[in-house]
T-cell receptor, first 115, second 111 residues
Framework: DAGVIQSPRHEVTEMGQEVTLRCKPI?????LFWYRQTMMRGLELLIY????????DSGMPEDRFSAKMPNASFSTLKIQPSEPRDSAVYFC?????????????FGPGTRLLVL | GQNIDQPTEMTATEGAIVQINCTYQ??????LFWYQQHAGEAPTFLSY????GLEEKGRFSSFLSRSKGYSYLLLKELQMKDSASYLC????????????FGQGTELSVKP
């Protein structure tokens, strides 16, 4: 069974450029989460979707960040324009309520460096 | 707020037992998770507690006291590969499906 898939795994870009991160959740999972992790702030939830609908985007830093989930098997997180302070590891996670636990399973992450 | 508190770092010896504590604010509690994260990798699920008591899974056990807002992760027969960050995460009723993560406890296992 494939886990959560993220691409790219590494991204190096220059300040001002647009960055698009992609995520494919585990098949059958209906909740999808985007996190950012840095040494200073730890693991922070940016936004999550339930059945493709954004439920809570209170963690999205500012208007430069946007996320979409056009269907149950694909989501994007876009940063435009990117800034050096956006450098972090971005994780996507998915979960399903079927087990009752709604355990979140994480993808491998995208390591973003903005120069 | 819903602060999740855990020690920043711990050190233990190979073969020993270590207990990592986590405290949280009890209002609206709806489940607690422990994750393990090795350096440069994604967090991986270890355990889930929603009722009081001890859940055992091999060398790892997790305990919960809802009235005290307290959990611990117990690691027995420590191995070098257990060196990692251990993240406590709590789900609250008024927060939908999302988890609030602690800062993580960096465990170093020494020979």
């Amino acid at each position: 069974d494939a886990g959560v898939i993220q691409s790219p795994r590494h991204e190096v870009t220059e300040m001002g450029q647009e960055v698009t991160l992609r995520c494919k959740p585990i098949s059958g999972h209906n909740s999808l989460f985007w996190y950012r992790q840095t040494m200073m702030r730890g693991l922070e939830l940016l936004i999550y979707f339930n059945n493709n609908v954004p439920i809570d985007d209170s963690g999205m830093p500012e208007d430069r960040f946007s996320a979409k989930m056009p269907n149950a098997s694909f989501s994007t997180l876009k940063i435009q324009p990117s800034e050096p302070r956006d450098s972090a590891v971005y994780f996507c996670a998915s979960s399903s309520p079927r087990t009752g636990k709604e355990t979140q399973y994480f993808g491998p992450g995208t390591r973003l460096l903005v120069l | 707020g819903q602060n999740i508190d855990q020690p920043t770092e711990m050190t233990a010896t190979e073969g020993a037992i270590v207990q990592i504590n986590c405290t949280y604010q009890t209002s609206g509690f709806n489940g607690l998770f422990w994750y393990q994260q090795h350096a440069g990798e994604a967090p991986t699920f270890l355990s889930y507690n929603v009722l009081d008591g001890l859940e055992e899974k091999g060398r790892f056990s997790s305990f919960l006291s809802r009235s005290k807002g307290y959990s611990y992760l117990l690691l027995k027969e420590l191995q070098m590969k257990d060196s990692a960050s251990y993240l406590c995460a709590v789900r609250f009723y008024n927060q939908g499906g999302k988890l609030i993560f602690g800062q993580g406890t960096e465990l170093s296992v020494k020979p």
